[in-house]
């Protein structure tokens, strides 16, 4: 099965703000949920990735911050916002309208 990135890339703050929801994250770990969720079919590129995270923390909806790992290397971390929890409800309203309407074609 193959995958039209072009379609998916208005829902990738939905996937990110996803995992999210499930407590802090760093890029690495959200690619490869947003992987293992698609069973493999979609992979978000890093640039992606990392553009979005930009995004969604300059309007407030996540926050980065370090945490040293084990061998002594900072790692960036991101944490939903109480916005962000928002914007994530907001963004999966407007998915199960577009499914509705997309659906009236198939």
Do not use: C, P
Request: hydrophobic share 30%.
């Amino acid at each position: 099965m193959s995958v039209n990135s072009d379609m998916l890339r208005g829902f990738h703050d939905l996937m990110i703000l996803h995992r999210l929801t499930k407590g802090e994250s760093y890029g690495y770990e959200i690619s490869k949920y947003i992987r293992e969720r698609t069973d493999e079919v979609y992979t978000i590129k890093e640039t992606t990735l990392y553009s979005s995270f930009n995004r969604l923390e300059k309007n407030g909806y996540i926050t980065a911050f370090s945490k040293e790992e084990t061998q002594g290397r900072k790692r960036t971390y991101y944490k939903l916002t109480g916005q962000g929890l928002e914007r994530f409800l907001q963004l999966s309203d407007d998915w199960l309208t577009t499914q509705e309407i997309v659906q009236q074609f198939l």
